[in-house]
């Protein structure tokens, strides 16, 4: 179907009844996707079908080439699409011109089907109401925004006691989003951890690492992440605060490291040869070395894990899932440095 989508339709398909006025802001063009009572004039992509008189069209694209300031658009609201009230012929012009937002007066109407889709999109919404936010906190797994507002809960108490008077929530919100939660998902970002996450976001992931290293690690619990977060990124979200605070974000940390490990191996007889060169070829391998003694062969590699795995996890995988599938290797003892000194 080619038409731009119905409101209507989508209303009743969503049982979306209650309404929220979200008053004027800026709503991104490509999430306009319909028409309240319009629809069946405009394409998919907002443009006005050849049936359709383009005199109001001309005049629009005409007051803003004289740079005239056109009243907001009325725009309904469900979930992250929009549909137009009012305003078509802006919204159409704007598309075409290539503009990325436009600003409009917004009612929301909340979705009731008990979907998982709409239980976490409501989730979202209490959570932009209560903290004032709005973008790109988006999460996918249930319950994890009660998580998110329990740490600006804790910044909030935070913030009253260094300042010495009471904090709004939505000022602790706003406070916590620059100073705590942009500065993590952007040294997230960084390290594209996202690569290794595809059905995930920077939220969730950004949720994952501070859920386990500031809220889960206690001196009680055992530490499962290496000595690498911990350096990079503080146990205390305060102290990571302030350690982002006078920090440049071209000089912030990475969230992947090498790893080098020594790996001790036993072949079977007249196989060494074949098992050097097949371990050779993989990319980790920095050298392979065929020795006498109690072991066969000597293996060094380098690998790259993010910091929120384990050196032994991430070692355990490669020698189980790579070194340990070549042919002929009966048995391996990993090695991994602590103190290291090499010369060039």
Known sequence: MDEAKSFNADQQKEAAFQKIDRGIRDVPLDQIVGSVGRYRDLDRKFRLKAHVPSEKLE????????????????????????YALDGNHRIAVAKEIGREDIRAQVLEFLPSKDTPENILYLERVDFYDQTGLRGDLKLTEFGQYRYLLDQISDHRAYLGKSQGEPVTIKKAAQDWYKTIYQPLCAIIDKGRLLDFFPDRTLADLYTYITLHHWLENRPDQEHNYGIGLSRQVPTDMEAFRKKMANMDECKYPEMLREITAFILMNVSAKKEYKVVDKLFALDEVREVHSVHGGYDIILKIVLRRDLVASDAETIGDFVHNQVRQVNGVKSTQTLIPGYSRAKE
């Open 59 to 82: 005049n629009v694209k005409k007051a803003l080439r004289a740079g005239k300031n056109l009243p907001p658009v009325k725009l309904f609201q469900i979930k992250d699409e929009y």
